[in-house]
């Protein structure tokens, strides 16, 4: 793996996608960064950071053995592989995905993950994999709902070329291992990609507050369909199948 270095940049994601662009062959490339000016998150949200206090990168895969139509796989490959570096330093029982990508510490968001994929025909290419991870900082910004770090949580400070390290072995490993075997793999291998996403679901099976077409309900997750929509059930039974953006999670 090749890693690159920067003080401050506009985004790790965007400076790999446009290497992408302009037809360079980035796969096993990361771009790190002590500070991003315009840091991404899912849709129009923003990441903000404090500089040199966390873990802000990107890294390229290939995963041109996936077909296009199941590209949820790699999502939930990276959220699964979040937890598994992270539960060697946080307890485990503590540790969530809420739907689709961000890594939660109770009720608190501790990561987020950007995902950029390139499709080729129907099949998959490169994919740039953007992740923050709160790790020093203990100040957030007022705007901010829930962040937490993991020097919140523990009071201790972490070193952060280590874990990135843990993070971009795991990452490799699984793609690395689901290329040689294809896929299924990705369901049926050791890493359990699939199990492992709905054993740390946030609020699989419970009855919880969101808002759906403007109205606040009660409603429980029960899974999710092959393009990674979440499905839930109200309390008269009625399925509702959500895309990004179209259900928010409530307190």
Known sequence: MKITRFK???STNAYLQNLLNEGVDIVDNI????FQTSGKGQGKN???SEDGKNLLFSIALD????KAENQFLLTQMISVAMINVLKKYLPEESLFIKWPNDIYFNSKKIAGILIKNEIKGMMMGTSIIGIGLNVNQTSFDDNLPNPISMKMITGNDFNLETILNDICLELRAISQQSMVNGQQSMVNSQWSTVNGYIKHLY???QWASYEHEGVVK??????????????LKEKNDREVVCDLKEISFKV
């Open 8 to 10: 401050t940049l506009e």
């Open 31 to 34: 771009v790190v960064t002590d």
């Open 46 to 48: 923003v990441w903000q």
């Open 63 to 66: 995963m041109s053995f996936l």
């Open 203 to 205: 609020r699989y099976q």
């Open 218 to 231: 009660e409603m429980m997750i029960i899974g999710y369909d092959q393009f990674g929509r979440l499905l």
